[in-house]
């Protein structure tokens, strides 16, 4: 299968997965081991990244076999974000960050305004940056003009497990980005992360999803191949959908009376 590029960055696995909220480090190591995703996010105010005495929720990986993309998650301004930015990569953690501000504390939705403007202050910066929005069209569009290297639209409301909502929106955002899109957000069953690739979208970063599953270790292998059947089949090329049915053998030169 090609691989995800993102910028100058080649990675096999299309499965992006959250490292927080699991019951416990033995499981996450578990279950980031059966995701076999290549890219692994967490967000930067969680952990001390200066303090190596401080609990490290990534103390159990070993990290040299990911690409660690850490996210600003926490911030509430374009300012903050790119001060989030600015802590991971000094600590030489990763130059990608994922740009995520929340514009609403009820819903977790994404601040559209701020997000375009940590965008383009972290681009200057020469950050590869992946911004999370939700499914505007128009957005998605501004920000692969600003030069982003990865879009990554909601399914939903982070954590809601709610699947896609609005697959017209996403399919306009696949159809017209220049950049990788990542479905982000929402994401609640191996089903949803099929339909996701088969939209034609590069990848889906989930967390939630597998770390809340009654079983995450085999809910991360669950996702691997969902977003693997999602993508072949996406390139397969589906067949038309159809009003009437269509007899699946020949009706000529069949033997009458």
Known sequence: MKMLKIADKE?????????????????????????????????????????ASQPN?????????YTLLPNTAGASTAEEAVHI??????????????????????????????TLRASEMLLEEGFIVLPYTSDDVVL????CELGVHAIMPGAAPIGSGRGILNPLNLSFIIEQSNVPVIIDAGVGSP???????????????????????????MMAAAMKMAIEAGRLGY????????DYGVASSPTEGLVTN
């Open 11 to 51: 990675f096999s696995s299309r499965l992006l997965l959250g490292t927080g909220k699991y019951p416990s480090f033995d499981i996450q190591k578990q279950a980031v081991a059966e995701s076999e995703a290549d890219i692994l996010t967490f967000a930067v105010r969680r952990m001390d990244i200066f303090e």
């Open 140 to 143: 998605a569009k501004r920000l």
């Open 57 to 65: 929720f990534l103390e159990q990986l070993d990290l040299t076999r």
């Open 191 to 217: 089903k949803d992360a099929a339909f996701a690739m088969e939209l034609g979208a590069d990848g889906v970063l989930l967390n939630t999803a597998v770390s809340e599953a009654a079983n995450p270790v």
């Open 85 to 114: 930015a600015r802590l991971a990569k000094a600590s030489g953690l990763c130059d990608m960050v994922k740009v995520e501000i929340i514009g609403c504390s009820r819903s977790l939705l994404p601040d559209p305004v701020e």
């Open 235 to 242: 390139k397969a090329g589906r067949m038309p959908v159809r």
